[in-house]
């Protein structure tokens, strides 16, 4: 059985280039391509694939809108962004929008189909701390237009704390050593948390923990 992909890219080459790759692989298929946002959104919605490469900066509908509007439609397809740049404020507001990470263009075959894989496992590509540095960055930079998200009295007590540890870059291991827990309790809140809050993966969960004010921005140095 083989993962399907969308390729969303306004580059006919960059789009070639990657089918290549993972076409090459007997667990993965390009099942669509598209050259602006609109047609993204419009392929993820016929073909609803496991994985979708999106670039940001693309014509007509750009990436980060045609996001919004994947997961806005409820999708399960996961969302990998492809970007020229390190870090910049456009991959945070994509994550923000519910992407599960970002890949640089010039990424290495291997690394790019592990990626995939990754996420249509339903893990995050990045590690929280990793999102931590990018909203620690950008997140007073992004004017407050994103959607309102789920309030935290979903939660119980127990879970807020474990979440507030979640978005302070915490393993699950230094979680259940902080709460004096054990590992699988702490897997199993974090699930819970994930469910009640209708997030994807601990890449939303912490930039959900920064939009509800329960963890702040550390200051510059």
């Not at 047609?39 to 990436?63: F, I, K």
């Not at 969302?79 to 290495?108: E, P, Q």
């Not at 996420?119 to 990018?134: W, Y």
Request: aromatic share 2%; proline share 5%.
């Amino acid at each position: 059985m083989t993962l399907p992909i969308v390729l969303a890219d306004d580059q006919a080459l960059v789009r070639g280039g990657f089918r290549m790759i993972l076409d090459a692989r007997p667990d993965l298929e390009v099942v669509g391509e598209a050259a602006n946002g609109r047609e993204a959104v419009e392929l993820v919605t016929r073909l609803q694939p496991d994985v979708v490469l999106m670039d940001v900066r693309m014509p007509e509908v750009d990436g980060l809108q045609a996001i919004r509007e994947i997961v806005a439609s409820g999708s399960g397809s996961r969302i990998i962004v492809l970007t020229t740049y390190d870090v910049d404020d456009s991959v945070f507001a994509a994550l923000r929008a519910g992407a599960s990470g970002f890949m640089l263009k010039d990424v290495r075959p291997a690394e790019l189909v592990e990626a995939i894989r990754v996420v249509a496992r339903g893990d995050a590509l990045l590690a929280p701390s990793v999102t931590r540095r990018l909203l620690d960055r950008f997140a007073d930079s992004l004017p407050g237009d994103e959607p309102v998200r789920p309030a935290l009295s979903e939660l119980t007590e127990r879970e807020v704390e474990v979440l507030r540890l979640v978005a302070l870059a915490r393993s699950n291991a230094e979680i259940a050593a902080e709460l004096v827990l054990s590992e699988a309790t702490v897997k199993t809140h974090v699930s819970a948390i994930l469910r009640k809050l209708g997030l994807r993966d601990r890449v939303q969960a912490v930039v959900l923990a920064y939009d509800s004010g329960l963890v702040r921005p550390r200051p510059s140095v």
